[in-house]
């Protein structure tokens, strides 16, 4: 093997060995970062440095004319999967959406400073009201309300717990 050859292989050798140890910790991770000014060491955070330890979820009820609360019911519900939703999942799109629109609601400082009438008119509002209208049209002259709310996990007998409580919308 010519010395060429074999200095490449030293480099990918130490590159490995120098990608592994930056995966490690934090505080050797650090000390890296401040030796790769050209950022040639990767660092995955396999499940991100703050991991989603919550369920979001899109709840309506409707009011009828008389006034009378129908029950929660769920925009997304959960439902079993088979094993071809690794190939083709449709449905998993709207369970995506409505994790961005909580994360928008939920990591956004000025959305949480709004109140009353003007949070109505944010996107992510708009969003949920949209998909608590689609997922089956009301009754006649029934108004209709969504909740955003949050949940341990999905095995955990934790209440959910209310994020944002609308008003009701005449569909």
């Not at 990918?12 to 650090?30: E, H, I, K, Y």
């Not at 991991?51 to 997304?76: I, S």
């Not at 009201?129 to 341990?152: C, D, H």
């Amino acid at each position: 093997m010519n010395v060429c050859a074999t200095g490449f292989i030293a480099f990918l050798t130490t590159w490995f060995a120098l990608s592994v140890l930056n995966q490690t910790g934090r505080s050797r991770a650090a000390r890296l970062h401040r030796a790769d000014p050209f950022l040639l060491l990767p660092l995955w955070n396999f499940f991100a440095p703050n991991p989603g330890t919550h369920d979001y979820y899109l709840l309506y009820r409707d009011r009828n004319q008389a006034g009378e609360l129908g029950g929660w019911q769920l925009v997304c519900p959960t439902h079993h999967r088979g094993w071809t939703s690794c190939f083709w999942n449709p449905g998993k799109l709207e369970g995506k959406v409505l994790a961005d629109v909580v994360a928008m609601f939920a990591g956004s400082d000025e959305l949480r400073a709004i109140n009353g009438p003007a949070l109505m008119l944010t996107l992510p509002y708009l969003v949920c009201l949209k998909m608590a209208i689609e997922a089956r049209s009301p009754r006649e002259g029934a108004a209709r309300q969504f909740v955003v709310a949050r949940k341990k996990g999905l095995t955990t007998d934790d209440d959910l717990l209310p994020i944002l409580v609308s008003g009701f919308h005449s569909a």
